[in-house]
């Protein structure tokens, strides 16, 4: 029987198991040098030192898939993961999406509130937000405008799938 419940499972089913697994730096991982730019392959280094995305993005799934708080809104307006735990420390705190395809959403972080990703570049070399709660790793991180477009050219082209 086709129903709309088993139809929605089934459609949910076959995008979990979609996986870009066929990016530039998936190429380049796996032994083919050229497969980045020479900038792509600057901008990778900042994402893994100074940009500091891999605490929260690490390499491979580009998730560490926890739960994280960018000090974005109050919590009484953005309760995030608190809203469905009741915990406490879970206030204010949102699933850290995976980085691969990035480049294709047209909009960025739990709000919506960026529609590029240089604002989102922005917002964390600016150190996230200013309201608590907020992960004591999000520290403003003094990326100059060179570094910036490596690690923009980066997310954007070495991380969506052929």
Avoid at 4 to 21: E, G, W
Avoid at 48 to 75: E, I, K, N
Wanted: hydrophobic residues 40%.
């Amino acid at each position: 029987n086709v129903t709309l419940p088993r139809l929605a499972m089934a459609l949910a089913s076959y995008q979990r198991s979609l996986a870009p697994t066929q990016t530039p730096w998936d190429q380049f991982v796996a032994g083919q040098t050229s497969a980045l730019t020479a900038q792509q392959q600057l901008g990778l280094q900042i994402y893994q030192s100074d940009a500091r995305c891999d605490l929260c993005h690490p390499l491979g799934l580009f998730t560490d898939r926890s739960y994280r708080a960018l000090g974005l809104l109050p919590v009484a307006n953005d309760p995030g993961r608190g809203a469905v735990t009741g915990v406490a420390e879970d206030l204010g705190r949102f699933k850290v999406p995976s980085l691969r395809n990035v480049a294709l959403k047209s909009t960025f972080l739990h709000t919506g509130r960026f529609t590029t990703l240089q604002q989102v570049v922005n917002f964390y070399n600016n150190g996230a937000g200013t309201q608590a709660p907020k992960d004591s790793e999000l520290q403003p991180l003094g990326l100059d405008q060179a570094e910036i477009t490596a690690l923009l050219d980066f997310l954007q082209n070495g991380l969506v799938d052929a």
